[in-house]
């Protein structure tokens, strides 16, 4: 009888274990597919994030919903690009999400920053622009020359220091910005998730230091294989770099930067603004002036714009999705992205689709 007492207890000694072991990994939430994506990486092997924003809604036009709140009200930590790419989490992180630390990563050190281009054939920005309706609208300078000398080359991986030791979280918000002023596309440069990987790492083990191996050998497989695609979508693109095509908004420049491609122009700034006569007869022109090779559609916004601005014209068409909507979730999620946004850049600039 005693054995079986024994036996007993120790069963619930060994749940128990197991339960406190599991009430130990943190409740984590993410934005965005390409955020997810990065953070489930990292996780594999302890947990799972939440992902807020499924299926192919935008950020930038994307509304709160009730279904959504549960996730923030259990959070320990969220995992969000920023109030200028999602003005929808802005009020619900203060106020539902309280309680959890919020990581704004395209705003932590190391991510490399873009001003919003205009001019010429990148639409002006609206500088009377109020409130949160679309994030393109956000500028609040004339920058002026949009040849920032961020050479992305020197943000290269060798000399990557990856010992987490000693950090200071205080520094997540390492580069203060003003509202607007910078492109909030960040992921799309490979090196700039990096440094929102490491960050991620970081802010787990804090929370959970007992899985700090798991977390810190994610992070080391993740940084190899963000160097091996890097230099596949380098290959891929390098015989189309001197093509020029035209986005539907512009949302590619980190990703242009980083594989020495450049868009010769936008449709729009507001994506959920259709541009007017004058606006698309403008970017007819300088489809004709440069002889732009592709225009790229974006799956979440109007397509007919695309026939529209094309037609008389020998640009071919093609479509890029910076947030890779219609891949599943999970940690393939934001290479499947990169190389589909390669993949159709090549495709359509070779005259390949």
Not at 116 to 140: L, M, N, S, W
Not at 142 to 150: E, I, L, N, P, S
Not at 304 to 310: N, S, Y
Request: net charge negative; hydrophobic share 40%; glycine share 8%.
């Amino acid at each position: 009888m005693s054995l079986l007492r024994s036996s007993i207890v120790s069963a619930l000694l060994l749940c128990s274990t197991s339960t406190m072991a599991l009430s130990e990994t943190p409740n984590v939430v993410a934005s965005i597919k390409p955020v997810h994506s990065l953070v489930a990486t990292i996780m594999q092997g302890v947990g799972s994030p939440q992902l807020i924003l499924e299926g192919a809604s935008s950020p930038h036009t994307a509304s709160f919903k009730p279904s959504q709140a549960g996730m923030l009200e259990q959070a320990d930590i969220v995992f969000w690009v920023g109030e200028d790419l999602e003005p929808f989490l802005e009020k619900p992180i203060e106020t539902i999400g309280s309680k959890a630390h919020a990581i704004a990563l395209g705003e932590v050190q190391g991510v490399t920053h873009l001003a919003p281009r205009e001019g010429g054939a990148f639409e002006a920005h609206d500088h009377d622009h109020d409130g949160h309706a679309d994030h393109d609208d956000h500028a609040a300078h004339d920058h002026g020359d949009h040849d920032h000398g961020h050479d992305h080359e020197e943000h290269a991986h060798e000399g990557h220091d990856h010992d987490h030791e000693g950090h200071d979280h205080d520094s997540h918000a390492g580069h203060e910005h003003g509202h607007g002023e910078v492109d909030p596309h960040v992921w799309l440069d490979p090196e700039n998730a990096r440094a929102m990987a490491r960050v991620i790492t970081e802010e787990l083990v804090e929370h959970d230091p007992d899985n700090k191996a798991a977390y810190e050998a994610n992070l080391a497989a993740l940084n190899a294989r963000l160097d091996s695609e890097t230099a596949e979508i380098r290959d891929m693109l390098a015989p189309v770099k001197d093509k020029g095509f035209i986005v539907f908004h512009d949302a590619y420049q980190y990703f242009e930067k980083r594989f020495g491609l450049a868009a010769a122009g936008s449709i729009t700034v507001s994506p959920e603004v259709i541009p007017g006569a004058e606006r698309v007869s403008a970017i007819k022109a300088k489809i004709g002036e440069l002889g732009a090779t592709c225009v790229f559609a974006e799956p979440q916004f109007e397509p007919k714009l695309i026939a529209v601005v094309t037609e008389g014209t020998n640009a071919r068409t093609g479509t890029l999705d910076p947030l890779g909507a219609a891949l599943p979730a999970g940690p393939d999620q934001y290479f499947g992205l990169m190389n589909d946004l390669a993949t159709s850049l090549k495709d359509c600039l070779a005259g390949e689709s």
